[in-house]
């Protein structure tokens, strides 16, 4: 493995750490962003460089600026009193470090089958856009879709609510 | 013979350590924006699996992977719009997004 991608994976999991446990929610966000480009970078790493830019205009572009409207919205950045961390912390503390431990067990101790370093894959922005309109043309419809039902759904499910309001 | 130093099982590794990350976020903060921003590095976890799988398996050229990545980040787009949305219309409900002070359904 590379220096470029043991400097990136430490980026995107200090950016990911920071995320969860800054309490500033604000800085919160801020760190989200560190960690979807580090991903978009180790996407990029990984020759897919369409997923690569596509993590950098829909989660950078797109879902950061999300979060920040809404913690904006709803005074989120002021750090309650009796801490950040819900009732029962430890109980999910313990969950997630099982699940990783799981996850990694499964990952080290599985038998290696796929080749060590296979040939950077010839597949061009071209061959993407071709298999979207071909082969994969029904989920990019469905996908279109849902991407409408759930706009309309957002702006109906977050729209001020006058004639019912207290 | 086990599966470690192949470049694979690195990002394998990475994904499984930002999975939980994430994990733990989403179970144990208060705040309902924090649990979607751990809901978010989860679904961002598996979608480096994807790649991952897709650069290192056996056809890359059929493009499987990848197409799954693209549309999981679509997906999880209309996601965070949502649970956003549900979470501002909470928040006009309640006057609070603390998830231990949410304890009813009547609106």
């Known amino acids: ?166 | 013979m086990t599966n470690l130093g192949s470049p694979l099982a690195a990002y394998l590794l990475v994904a499984a350590l930002l999975f939980a990350i994430g994990l733990a976020g989403a179970l144990t903060r208060r705040n309902a924006i924090l649990v979607l921003i751990g809901i978010e590095l989860m679904l961002n976890a598996a979608n480096l699996n994807f790649i991952a799988f897709w650069r290192y398996g056996p056809r890359p050229e059929a493009l499987t992977g990848m197409m799954f990545a693209i549309f999981s980040i679509a997906v999880a787009a209309a996601e965070a719009a949502v649970g956003l949305g549900l979470v501002i219309s909470i928040h006009r409900h309640t006057q609070t997004t603390d998830l231990d002070q949410i304890n009813r359904m009547k609106g």
């Open chain 1, 1 to 166: 493995m590379s220096v470029a991608f043991y400097l990136i994976a430490a980026l995107t999991l200090a950016g990911g750490l920071a995320a969860v446990l800054l309490k500033n929610t604000v800085h919160c966000a801020l760190a989200l962003t560190v960690a979807f480009a580090g991903l978009a970078l180790l996407f990029l790493q990984l020759d897919a460089q369409f997923a690569g830019f596509a993590q950098i205009l829909v989660y950078i572009g797109a879902v950061a600026i999300l979060v920040v409207f809404a913690i904006l919205l709803t005074r989120g950045s002021d750090t309650p009193k009796d801490g950040v961390f819900s009732q029962s912390w430890l109980v999910g503390l313990v969950i997630a470090a099982g699940v990783f431990a799981v996850l990694g067990w499964a990952v080290i101790e599985s038998v290696r089958v796929l080749p060590q370093e296979t040939a950077t894959p010839a597949v061009t922005v071209h061959d993407i856009g071709n298999a979207l309109v071909g082969r994969y043309v029904l989920p990019l419809e469905i996908v279109a879709l849902l991407l409408t039902a759930a706009t309309i759904g957002a702006v109906i499910v977050a729209m001020h609510e006058k004639e019912r309001s207290r």
